[in-house]
């Protein structure tokens, strides 16, 4: 019965709040499509104001690819992931997340597709996915459109999350899988 019911409010829950949002705001007096055409023209400067952001984030992220410099990275931290139980064909995904989700999507893709879904890189690589976040990203486009130029400890904190999110979803795959 319970589960029934949890089950109905989840595939109401979404439109509900679609309607009863403007419904509730038109009771108490809000001009309901005057608010969303602000909302949409806030929406639409903000947008326009974090392009250049976003673009010289995405050439960094090329230029960390092309450069060579993640596989330089790779090779010196081999030994280390040996050591630990960590595949390495799974430390590009920790060190692009950070930067890109779609790059990030996309590499987990390719490792599901050339390791298999069931594997111990398609399980490590999806966990990581939902135990990570774009860290670079949020600061690009949250930070570029308010205006806030200093962002050193929301990096330095977004970083010790990525890495210990990493390193969690290691250590829970490793758990329940078994070491890779």
Not at 143 to 166: E, N, P, Q, T
């Amino acid at each position: 019965m319970l589960v029934a019911f949890l089950e109905l409010m989840s595939h109401c829950a979404i439109p509900l709040l679609v309607i009863g949002i403007p419904i509730l705001a038109h009771f108490r007096g809000i001009d309901v499509f005057a608010s969303f055409i602000r909302g949409a023209e806030e929406g639409l400067k903000t947008a326009i104001r974090i392009i250049p952001h976003l673009v010289a984030m995405l050439v960094a992220i090329e230029l960390f690819k092309l450069s060579g410099v993640l596989d330089i990275l790779l090779e010196i931290l081999k030994p280390a992931l040996g050591w630990a139980g960590i595949p390495p064909a799974v430390l590009p995904l920790a060190i692009i997340r950070p930067l890109s989700g779609s790059a990030a999507f996309g590499f987990t893709v390719d490792l599901i597709n050339t390791h298999g879904p069931d594997s111990f890189i398609g399980r490590l690589s999806s966990t990581m996915q939902g135990s990570t976040d774009t860290t670079f990203y949020i600061l690009t486009v949250y930070f570029g459109s308010v205006g806030i130029k200093k962002v050193r400890h929301a990096l330095i904190v977004g970083i010790i999350g990525d890495i210990a999110g990493f390193l969690a979803a290691v250590y829970i795959c490793q758990s329940i899988f078994g070491r890779g």
